[in-house]
């Protein structure tokens, strides 16, 4: 990974654990802070169709390592076992943001 890492990530919920979701999503992304990252958006679904994401998220990391030190952290990985019970699938990839207007 190279330095400069934004992520997007795409989050499904499992039916009936929307709203479960939403809170343990709030409190792991409490989290980057201590690792140099941030939020660039958080977007919630209002539809809660289940064929589609229930969160987008657009992240930054000062680094790949940042985003390691992330996965790795210890209140992180303690809650692994409730994001099982939360998240249907989910889906994160390195985008490149652009700042072209429309219209």
Do not use: K
């Not at 795409?10 to 654990?17: D, E, N, S, T, Y």
């Not at 790949?64 to 099982?84: I, M, Q, S």
């Not at 699938?89 to 207007?101: A, C, H």
């Amino acid at each position: 990974m190279t330095e400069g890492l934004t992520l997007c990530a795409l989050v499904w919920a499992r039916p009936g654990q929307e709203e479960r979701l939403i809170e343990y999503e709030r409190q792991v992304l409490g989290l980057l802070p201590a690792h140099g990252a941030r939020v660039l958006q958080r977007a919630v679904n209002v539809d809660r169709e289940p064929t589609q994401p229930l969160e987008v998220q657009l992240m930054e990391f000062p680094s790949g390592a940042a985003f390691d030190g992330y996965l790795n952290d210890p209140t992180r990985r303690v809650l692994v076992e409730l994001r099982n019970t939360l998240v249907e699938r989910s889906s994160v990839f390195p985008v490149d943001l652009t700042d072209t207007m429309m219209g």
